[in-house]
């Protein structure tokens, strides 16, 4: 069965300091790897896209890793700011040759950056 | 703003009632999907129409439906809508499927109470 584990659930940290999100896939075949952050109510918001070859992907202060060899994923955080509190998702697409294509939703790690 | 635009943003319903909840993909989206999110839980995808055509189907229940229309506008009915129905529903656009790095934009959402 295609399962996105993130941990951990929930993280509560101090603005300025940095923070690693986990995400574990058992996705196969693997076509690509997503993470988004989705504010409280609103809708989510693509941060990085990986690809099989890919095993680094940076977006500002926000540094994604893969490796598709233990199916493992990272979401490094930099210099947390109060404007990073919200859910991050971990979304792992399953390639699909000739039809419909699928995406695989953790279920977020919902992180706190207190001032 | 992504581009992916979701009427109506709230909706406050009876039970046994139908809804319709609509999207315009951004300019250009040939995919539409549309997803659950449950208080708490992870988003459910529930079905996505390529250019017209129903593409792929997820956990959608009988009593919900969607159509992609000629200007790629997309609707999903709620009928017989029941209180575990109340949920945030995500429309979201791509210009194909999931495959590579194909970014897919996530509306704002309808927030839907049943009552």
């Known amino acids: 069965k295609n399962q996105v584990e993130q941990s951990p659930q929930s993280l509560i940290i101090l603005e300025g300091k940095n923070c690693t999100l986990q995400?574990?896939?058992?996705?196969?075949?693997?076509?690509?790897l997503r993470w988004y952050k989705q504010d409280t109510g609103r809708g989510p918001v693509s941060l990085t896209i990986m690809t099989f070859s890919e095993n680094t992907k940076s977006n500002g202060r926000y540094t994604a890793t893969l490796d598709a060899d233990t199916k493992q994923s990272s979401l490094h955080i930099t210099a947390s700011q109060l404007s990073d509190s919200a859910s991050y998702i971990c979304?792992?697409?399953?390639?699909?040759?000739?039809?419909?294509?699928?995406?695989?939703f953790g279920k977020g790690t919902h992180l706190i950056i207190q001032p | 703003d992504s581009g992916v635009t979701q009427t109506p943003k709230h909706l406050i319903t009876a039970t046994g009632q139908r809804v319709t909840l609509r999207c315009s993909p951004r300019s250009g989206d040939l995919s539409v999907y549309w997803y659950q999110q449950s208080l708490d839980q992870g988003l459910q995808f529930l079905i996505q129409y390529y250019n017209g055509e129903e593409r792929a189907k997820g956990n959608i229940l009988e009593r919900f439906s969607a159509q992609q229309f000629p200007d790629l506008h997309s609707e999903l009915n709620l009928s017989s809508l029941e209180l575990g129905d109340s949920a945030l529903y995500f429309c979201a656009s791509s210009v194909e499927g999931t495959k590579g790095r194909n970014t897919i934009y996530f509306g704002e959402g309808s927030w839907l109470t049943v009552v």
């Open positions: 979304v792992v697409g399953l390639y699909s040759g000739g039809g419909a294509d699928g995406l695989t």
């Open positions: 995400c574990n896939y058992t996705v196969s075949p693997f076509s690509n």
